[in-house]
T-cell receptor, first 112, second 113 residues
Framework: DGGITQSPKYLFRKEGQNVTLSCEQNLNHDAMYWYRQDPGQGLRLIYYSQIVNDFQKGDIAEGYSVSREKKESFPLTVTSAQKNPTAFYLCASSQQGLYGYTFGSGTRLTVV | KNQVEQSPQSLIILEGKNCTLQ??????????LRWYKQDTGRGPVSLTIMTFSENTKSNGRYTATLDADTKQSSLHITASQLSDSASYICVVSQTGTASKLTFGTGTRLQVTL
């Protein structure tokens, strides 16, 4: 089955630590995205990548970093500079030119 | 400013009843409008996608309508089931870039016995 796999499902971070969220897709999609979802708010774009080795900041990129070394993979690192990282993180992918998005099942990050 | 507003914020209905969720948007230039269903703790799943020229689209018991003139959309759920309990998110896309989606905050639907 084609799809997007996010791992882990739950992640706990101590203050001051960096953590990396994994996102892998086997849909052969060109574009990949990271969103943050907070209660009562719409999804907000963190970073996106439309081709390998290239990515752009979204609306709330501060405190986050990404890489796109392979078409299938788009990991997100939440750095210690992100002051309020507790949230639900969603990865998505789409084929350039199409208007359909496919979302992963999400990673819930909690700072302890 | 591009915005997507959904109403109601939450809704409780009895199993078997119908309901309609609303979405108003100010996104421009408009490309397409999508409705997603999101179960708690899961990623959103696409229900319908409509372009400017489409004014209705169905997916089983879900029927979406679009009025591009008034910038309004609705999602009608027929004969609701317990499994319809979820958040329903309206998402509007702008032309020109695949990255520019504006998300509504969702309507939380609870279907009860």
């Amino acid at each position: 089955d084609g799809g997007i796999t996010q791992s882990p499902k739950y992640l706990f971070r101590k203050e001051g630590q960096n953590v990396t969220l994994s996102c892998e897709q086997n849909l052969n999609h060109d574009a990949m995205y990271w969103y943050r979802q907070d209660p009562g708010q719409g999804l907000r774009l963190i970073y996106y990548s439309q081709i390998v080795n290239d990515f752009q900041k979204g609306d709330i990129a501060e405190g986050y970093s990404v890489s796109r070394e392979k078409k299938e993979s788009f990991p997100l690192t939440v750095t210690s500079a992100q002051k309020n990282p507790t949230a639900f993180y969603l990865c998505a992918s789409s084929q350039q030119g199409l208007y359909g998005y496919t979302f992963g099942s999400g990673t819930r990050l909690t700072v302890v | 400013k591009n915005q997507v507003e959904q109403s109601p914020q939450s809704l409780i209905i009895l199993e078997g009843k119908n309901c309609t969720l609303q979405c108003n948007y100010t996104v421009s230039p408009f490309s397409n409008l999508r409705w997603y269903k999101q179960d708690t703790g899961r990623g959103p799943v696409s229900l319908t996608i409509m372009t400017f020229s489409e004014n209705t689209k169905s997916n089983g018991r879900y029927t979406a309508t679009l009025d591009a003139d008034t910038k309004q959309s609705s999602l009608h759920i027929t004969a609701s089931q317990l499994s319809d309990s979820a958040s329903y998110i309206c998402v509007v896309s702008q032309t020109g870039t695949a990255s520019k989606l504006t998300f509504g905050t969702g309507t939380r639907l609870q279907v009860t016995l």
